[in-house]
């Protein structure tokens, strides 16, 4: 683990440990602020697969990207406090509530995936953006990084380390991604011993009213499409997510935001080692004890807070 007496001359590493009492204190995101009357809707088309996204807010844009089991309305919270300087965009993954679900688990390849995010970019008018990802929208996001820099102005990442970090003891952690590579989503107990389906996915919601919307969500995704991102793109060997093993990353140049819930079990806080050792610019590193993967609704107000300030500090 890293420990606070590590330094590197190459780089500022600003890490920032958030204490639990904290998360009730800080202010600043409309926690109960529901966006889905005001947002705007709309879609990109990326080589005939309609990617829907939803946005509010002007100025630099942001593209924010879910994960496993989850769709745009995951970032409500962060939509709601970068709105005031940011133009905010929430898209759904390929598979996903109102996305298209291209039939084929070829169709769910990392270039794919990749590409639906530069889709959106041009579709708003725009040649870069800052782009955020969490779990699944964590790999797209890193791997977007690595293969179109040049629309990649600053990165944010919660709960995905760097793929370089994906080593023997992480993919021990990650043994239901086996099970999602072998199986079926027609299986009875695929999910982590349950069956697939609106209800069971939500699992992981809290707030009851949010139920509602993911349930109604899942109903309109393709399950089948969910288990192709693990069937494509999780490694069966070595290497990170969306890269064939032994492949070689580039640097990254620009500044990196990482968020990692300390109380996630599939994706371990030892995998946030080195992360600075691969990167060319500044690194912030925000740990959070008590919230678990899921760290942008767990710790909903410090991620939103921490995120916009960071943003901010950057805005030319």
């Given at each position: 683990?890293?420990?606070?007496?590590?330094?590197?001359?190459?780089?500022?590493?600003?890490?920032?440990?958030?204490?639990?009492?904290?998360?009730?204190?800080?202010?600043?995101?409309?926690?109960?602020?529901?966006?889905?009357?005001?947002?705007?809707?709309?879609?990109?088309?990326?080589?005939g697969v309609k990617i829907h996204y939803a946005t509010i807010g002007e100025g630099p844009l942001v593209v924010m990207i879910h994960g496993f089991p989850?769709?745009?309305?995951?970032?409500?919270?962060?939509?709601?406090?970068?709105?005031?300087?940011?133009?905010?965009?929430?898209?759904?993954?390929?598979?996903?509530?109102?996305?298209?679900?291209?039939?084929?688990?070829?169709?769910?390849?990392?270039?794919?995936?990749?590409?639906?995010?530069?889709?959106?970019?041009?579709?708003?008018?725009?040649?870069?953006?800052?782009?955020?990802?969490?779990?699944?929208?964590?790999?797209?996001?890193?791997?977007?990084?690595?293969?179109?820099?040049?629309?990649?102005?600053?990165?944010?990442?919660?709960?995905?380390?760097?793929?370089?970090?994906?080593?023997?003891?992480?993919?021990?952690?990650?043994?239901?991604?086996?099970?999602?590579?072998?199986?079926?989503?027609?299986?009875?107990?695929?999910?982590?011993?349950?069956?697939?389906?609106?209800?069971?996915?939500?699992?992981?919601?809290?707030?009851?009213?949010?139920?509602?919307?993911?349930?109604?969500?899942?109903?309109?995704?393709?399950?089948?499409?969910?288990?192709?991102?693990?069937?494509?793109?999780?490694?069966r060997e070595g290497g990170g997510i969306g890269q064939a093993p032994g492949q070689e990353l580039p640097r990254l140049g620009m500044p990196v935001l990482?968020?990692?819930?300390?109380?996630?079990?599939?994706?371990?806080?030892?995998?946030?080692?080195?992360?600075?050792?691969?990167?060319?610019?500044?690194?912030?590193?925000?740990?959070?004890?008590?919230?678990?993967?899921?760290?942008?609704?767990?710790?909903?107000?410090?991620?939103?807070?921490?995120?916009?300030?960071?943003?901010?500090?950057?805005?030319?």
């Open positions: 683990m890293w420990r606070a007496g590590e330094r590197t001359n190459r780089r500022r590493l600003a890490v920032v440990t958030a204490c639990a009492f904290l998360l009730a204190s800080l202010g600043g995101a409309a926690m109960g602020s529901d966006l889905m009357d005001r947002v705007e809707h709309g879609y990109a088309d990326s080589d989850d769709f745009w309305y995951s970032w409500r919270h962060q939509m709601e406090a970068l709105s005031s300087d940011f133009q905010v965009v929430a898209t759904d993954q390929r598979g996903y509530n109102k996305s298209d679900s291209p039939d084929g688990e070829e169709n769910y390849n990392m270039r794919y995936l990749v590409g639906d995010v530069a889709a959106v970019i041009r579709h708003l008018g725009r040649d870069k953006a800052t782009i955020v990802g969490h779990d699944w929208g964590g790999a797209v996001a890193w791997q977007f990084a690595f293969h179109v820099p040049q629309m990649t102005e600053r990165l944010i990442i919660l709960n995905l380390p760097h793929p370089n970090a994906n080593n023997q003891e992480q993919q021990a952690n990650s043994g239901y991604a086996r099970k999602f590579q072998e199986g079926s989503a027609s299986d009875p107990d695929i999910l982590f011993g349950m069956p697939m389906n609106p209800q069971t996915l939500s699992f992981w919601v809290q707030d009851p009213e949010a139920k509602k919307h993911y349930e109604a969500a899942f109903e309109r995704s393709d399950f089948d499409a969910m288990l192709a991102y693990y069937k494509q793109n999780y490694p990482q968020f990692h819930g300390l109380d996630d079990t599939a994706l371990h806080s030892d995998g946030l080692n080195n992360t600075w050792d691969w990167l060319d610019s500044d690194l912030t590193l925000v740990t959070v004890p008590g919230a678990n993967h899921f760290v942008q609704e767990d710790a909903a107000d410090l991620v939103a807070t921490t995120m916009k300030w960071w943003l901010l500090s950057r805005v030319e």
